[in-house]
């Protein structure tokens, strides 16, 4: 399945530039790992690092004036001071063994402030500087090539391409059988998302349901703490509120596991023997929490936000269909501090028992959790001196290496500041 090697941001709100990964112009570069923590200070950017693949899904559903709109319109999302689009990169692997390609997308305004897709384009790695494409819009207007092979290249940059001229070149043969001429109608709306819904675009339309199938946490206990109408569903939606009908999906469709979750939930959180729900006369549900000390059970309203969450995230994991891309911020939030070690285990064995499908993104500010991952897991998001974002892997510095080599925790060093960039500087 599926795997991000790499993601570039440009001109997001306080992210001017920022890469993580591997690109086709940084092949020098390690690519993303199955298990990513960004971690650093409050207001360095980690938020605005999780909206961006917020945003990019947003706006293959419903449309980039939506995707923009929602956040404040598009001049809160660009960079200040800046006069650019907003361009999102994603180098991305279908495969295991298969080349990588490259999706770009670069948003702008109009003459009347409307947000729209002013480029969109999507090159497959051919391994040296120039890239056949699959997609190349400008405008909403441009070519689009049908199959499983991409043909036709451009330059190292993407720019020089002349896709007018190529297309109707005489004696191009293959590629302007295989390529068609395109208009489309709505230039508010991202051309994979219109031209990923066709058979004769199985590249596109792979891609597409990539990013269909991400899964962005935007959990919120009380949310979960809500009594929805009763009835399965399959997966636990971004802010939990179905935390009920997934329990009754999996006690239905996977009651063994289920029992494994329940096994560890109870490892972790000590006395919860039993989790099931419980249909009301008007056809809500409830949660229950049965603990071994108390004849009665606790429904959802009435347990802690440390263990809504917890049980919440083993639920996730233990999806059978699991998410190509799990991406949760912060989940430290309201958990016990000896948690977030076993929980960022649990994370990392999630990718392992899924290698072939599934990445976990975590933003964290907690020493804790750091402590369970490895250097190239790593990534810290901080200040530059003009107020823009700067990332770097903590792999990337040998002697943070050499100390964790030699049994000193990340999350340890983190706190004591060898980390950070004057930490970094004065060792």
């Not at 923009?68 to 999102?88: E, Y």
Request: glycine fraction near 10%.
């Amino acid at each position: 399945m599926a795997k991000i090697e790499g993601f570039r941001v440009r001109n997001f709100k306080v992210l001017k530039d920022v890469t993580l990964g591997r690109l086709q112009l940084r092949k020098d570069k390690q690519p993303l790992t199955a298990m990513t923590a960004v971690i650093g200070k409050n207001g360095v950017g980690k938020s605005a690092l999780f909206d961006a693949f917020g945003f990019l899904a947003d706006a293959l559903r419903s449309g980039v004036e939506d995707a923009c709109d929602s956040r404040g319109g598009f001049d809160k999302l660009r960079t200040q001071g800046q006069v650019g689009p907003i361009d999102f990169e994603v180098y991305y692997r279908d495969r295991e063994n298969t080349a990588p390609f490259t999706y770009e997308v670069f948003i702008d305004v109009d003459q009347s402030g409307r947000p729209h897709v002013s480029v969109e384009r999507m090159y497959e790695d051919r391994g040296n500087v120039f890239s056949s494409f699959f997609l190349y819009l400008e405008q909403a207007r441009g070519v689009v090539w049908k199959g499983k092979t991409a043909v036709g290249s451009v330059d190292e940059t993407g720019q020089g391409f002349d896709y007018l001229k190529w297309a109707n070149a005489a004696g191009a043969g293959k590629e302007v059988k295989d390529a068609g001429w395109v208009e489309l109608e709505d230039r508010r709306k991202l051309g994979i998302a219109t031209l990923g819904a066709l058979k004769q675009h199985p590249r596109i339309s792979s891609f597409r349901r990539f990013i269909e199938g991400w899964y962005l946490s935007y959990f919120t206990p009380d949310a979960a703490r809500g009594l929805p109408l009763a009835g399965p569903q399959k997966h636990l939606n971004i802010h939990g509120d179905n935390l009920g009908n997934v329990v009754q999906f999996m006690e239905r469709e996977h009651p063994q596991r289920f029992q494994t979750i329940l096994k560890n939930v109870a490892a972790k959180i000590p006395g919860i023997d039993k989790i099931d729900t419980e249909r009301t006369n008007d056809g809500r549900l409830l949660l229950r929490f049965n603990d071994k000390g108390f004849q009665n059970p606790f429904y959802a309203q009435q347990v802690s936000d440390g263990t809504l969450k917890v049980f919440a995230y083993l639920l996730l994991l233990e999806d059978p269909t699991p998410p190509p891309f799990l991406c949760i911020e912060e989940p430290e939030n309201g958990l016990y501090h000896k948690l977030l070690e076993t929980l960022a285990r649990e994370f990392r064995e999630y990718t392992r028992r899924n290698r072939s499908s599934s990445q976990v993104f975590v933003t964290t500010h907690q020493p804790y959790f750091v402590d369970a991952l490895e250097p190239s897991e790593v990534w810290i998001l901080e200040k530059g001196a003009d107020g823009f974002s700067t990332v770097r892997r903590a792999s990337d510095d040998p002697i943070v290496n050499n100390m964790v080599a030699e049994g000193l925790p990340l999350g340890g060093l983190w706190y004591s500041d060898y980390l950070d960039a004057r930490g970094s500087d004065a060792h």
